[in-house]
């Protein structure tokens, strides 16, 4: 982040920083213009980078020759082709979120970057204190709601006193506990529910707002029953919470091979060739497109009807670039609705695999708490008009158009299934954590549904196919 703005937080507020060079102002002022950006284009990488200067000669204009600001203009003027010179307000406001970091005298919150788990938690502070502020009149009820937040201040959620290795990449601290982050949640989700869904003027919303503080706006569907939480980066999901249960179903961490390093989200989707398996990971990185990982713009939204559109254009370059795409998320009571439209830009037939990614946060992945079944609407596995359990160990299914999730923890089914038959492939995720014993656990921390759908695109053609999670108590 040395060469470009970036976003450095502290109590919810936030500030745009640029990285400047006051070495390239004295070598202006002793050697001019001319040999400083000369020097810049020989440094120069393929990816650029951004550099603020401000000439402080300027200031001194009486003591100089007026000739010297109309002819340092006309220097930098025979670089316009080569170097892109502008305001920082300019730079400011450009779509492509920023980094956020923080510097050596907050060296401690350093930790909300390297572990994104832990700085979505912070977020969430932030923003149940927003509810809580705005309980007016009630003082008893405002306390209470007080006291309940302060459970989330556990000085482990947030420090680095409990780590133990996590493969040769590094360290998890104490937010890698799964049981202890969903304590957290469920603790601010139960603020939540009495401040707003159990007051009688509560009305569902969706609002645009920079949930996590990084300089880009973030979609928050707040319905009577579902939250679900929506970043730009891939159009994901990085919280869907059931209010009845109090419980994050999106309650994830950053995996250590993940860049730019983000909590695992839910529909992140992929583009691979036909012939690949699973969840693509068989196909040559040169052939797979993550849309997961670009930034989608939004495209139209109706806030009194909970609906958003985002939008991804087709590319220049790049493995399967002639791929419009857009996505569309539907918050209705109990029911996410997510609907896809995939346009052939190209002048070409298009075959290709869509794989998208979901995350469901269970209490535990044993069979006393979590049991998996798989069916469609015309026959059932088995012919017996019954739903088929899937074992744990199971590496995929084929052709199923829902999938069961019995959350035996909170007493209720999750239910993701599609318009049209996909296969998938269920995995569960766990990460090492020291315990208060100071042994190392592999802990069980999130199953992730991978569904795939084989498509084939005429030239200028357009499919669309649905995907919907749905609670039932």
Same mark, same amino acid.
């Given at each position: 982040?040395? +060469?470009?703005?970036?976003?450095?937080?502290? !109590?919810?507020?936030?500030?745009?920083?640029?990285?400047?060079?006051?070495?390239?102002?004295?070598?202006? *002022? %002793?050697?001019?213009?001319?040999?400083?950006?000369?020097?810049?284009?020989? @440094?120069?990488?393929?990816?650029?980078?951004?550099?603020?200067?401000?000439?402080?000669?300027?200031?001194?204009?009486?003591?100089?020759?007026e000739l010297v600001i109309p002819r340092f203009f006309d220097e930098i003027s025979r670089y316009e082709a080569d170097i892109n010179f502008s305001l920082p307000s300019d730079e400011l406001y450009?779509?492509?979120?920023?980094?956020?970091?923080?510097?050596?005298?907050?060296?401690?919150?350093?930790?909300?970057?390297?572990?994104?788990?832990?700085?979505?938690? $912070?977020?969430?502070?932030?923003?149940?204190?927003?509810?809580?502020?705005?309980?007016?009149?009630?003082?008893?009820?405002?306390?209470?709601?007080?006291?309940?937040? &302060?459970?989330?201040?556990?000085?482990?959620?947030?420090?680095?006193?409990?780590?133990?290795?996590?493969?040769?990449?590094?360290?998890?601290?104490?937010?890698?506990?799964?049981?202890?982050?969903?304590?957290?949640?469920?603790?601010?989700? %139960?603020? %939540? *529910?009495?401040?707003?869904?159990? &007051?009688?003027?509560?009305?569902?919303?969706?609002?645009?707002?920079?949930?996590?503080?990084?300089?880009?706006?973030?979609?928050?569907?707040?319905?009577?029953?579902? #939250?679900?939480?929506?970043?730009?980066?891939?159009?994901?999901?990085?919280?869907?919470?059931?209010?009845?249960?109090? &419980? +994050?179903?999106?309650?994830?961490?950053?995996?250590?091979?993940?860049?730019?390093?983000?909590?695992?989200?839910?529909? $992140?989707?992929?583009?691979?060739?036909?012939?690949?398996?699973?969840?693509?990971?068989?196909?040559?990185?040169?052939?797979?497109?993550?849309?997961?990982?670009?930034?989608? !713009?939004?495209?139209?939204?109706?806030?009194?009807?909970?609906?958003?559109?985002?939008?991804?254009?087709?590319? %220049?370059?790049?493995?399967?670039?002639?791929?419009?795409?857009? @996505?569309?998320?539907?918050?209705?009571?109990?029911?996410?609705?997510?609907?896809? @439209?995939?346009?052939?830009?190209?002048?070409?037939?298009? +075959?290709?695999?869509?794989?998208?990614?979901? #995350?469901?946060?269970?209490?535990?992945? @044993?069979?006393?708490?979590?049991?998996?079944?798989?069916?469609?609407?015309?026959?059932?596995? #088995?012919?017996?008009?019954?739903?088929?359990?899937?074992a744990l160990t199971s590496t995929g299914i084929q052709q199923v158009e829902a999938i069961d999730f019995q959350d035996i923890n909170n007493e209720l089914i999750v239910n993701v299934s599609s318009?049209s038959a996909f296969d998938s492939v269920i995995k569960q995720f766990s990460a090492p954590y020291k315990n208060a014993l100071g042994e190392i656990i592999d802990q069980y921390q999130w199953t992730?549904? &991978?569904?795939?759908?084989?498509?084939?695109?005429?030239?200028?053609?357009?499919?669309?196919?649905?995907?919907?999670?749905?609670?039932?108590?």
């Amino acid at each position: 982040y040395y +060469n470009f703005p970036c976003i450095c937080e502290d !109590r919810g507020l936030y500030i745009t920083v640029f990285p400047l060079f006051s070495s390239l102002t004295r070598t202006i *002022r %002793e050697r001019g213009i001319t040999a400083v950006l000369d020097g810049l284009l020989s @440094k120069r990488r393929s990816h650029g980078f951004v550099r603020a200067v401000f000439p402080d000669f300027f200031s001194e204009t009486s003591d100089i020759d007026e000739l010297v600001i109309p002819r340092f203009f006309d220097e930098i003027s025979r670089y316009e082709a080569d170097i892109n010179f502008s305001l920082p307000s300019d730079e400011l406001y450009q779509d492509t979120p920023l980094q956020k970091v923080y510097f050596p005298n907050t060296v401690g919150k350093k930790f909300l970057v390297d572990f994104p788990e832990a700085g979505l938690l $912070y977020a969430k502070i932030s923003h149940t204190k927003r509810f809580i502020s705005l309980l007016k009149g009630d003082k008893e009820r405002k306390k209470g709601a007080q006291e309940d937040l &302060w459970k989330v201040g556990d000085f482990s959620l947030f420090c680095c006193s409990d780590l133990c290795q996590h493969g040769n990449d590094g360290q998890y601290p104490g937010s890698a506990n799964a049981p202890l982050r969903n304590a957290a949640y469920k603790a601010m989700l %139960e603020v %939540e *529910r009495r401040t707003t869904r159990e &007051w009688h003027g509560w009305v569902p919303s969706l609002v645009s707002r920079d949930f996590d503080f990084d300089g880009a706006l973030e979609y928050l569907f707040q319905g009577a029953l579902v #939250n679900c939480f929506v970043r730009q980066r891939g159009a994901a999901v990085f919280e869907l919470d059931y209010l009845p249960a109090a &419980w +994050n179903y999106q309650n994830t961490i950053a995996l250590a091979t993940q860049i730019p390093r983000e909590t695992e989200s839910s529909f $992140y989707d992929i583009i691979a060739p036909q012939n690949c398996t699973g969840n693509g990971e068989d196909a040559a990185p040169a052939t797979v497109r993550r849309l997961g990982t670009e930034i989608w !713009r939004q495209d139209d939204i109706d806030r009194k009807h909970l609906r958003i559109d985002f939008r991804l254009p087709a590319r %220049e370059n790049g493995p399967w670039a002639a791929l419009e795409s857009h @996505k569309e998320y539907k918050l209705c009571d109990n029911t996410l609705t997510v609907r896809y @439209k995939l346009i052939n830009t190209d002048a070409k037939q298009l +075959n290709f695999s869509f794989i998208t990614r979901l #995350n469901l946060s269970f209490a535990d992945d @044993k069979d006393k708490m979590l049991r998996i079944f798989a069916y469609d609407t015309w026959q059932s596995f #088995n012919n017996t008009s019954e739903k088929r359990p899937i074992a744990l160990t199971s590496t995929g299914i084929q052709q199923v158009e829902a999938i069961d999730f019995q959350d035996i923890n909170n007493e209720l089914i999750v239910n993701v299934s599609s318009d049209s038959a996909f296969d998938s492939v269920i995995k569960q995720f766990s990460a090492p954590y020291k315990n208060a014993l100071g042994e190392i656990i592999d802990q069980y921390q999130w199953t992730s549904i &991978w569904p795939r759908k084989q498509i084939t695109l005429n030239a200028g053609a357009t499919t669309e196919f649905v995907f919907k999670v749905e609670f039932f108590k």
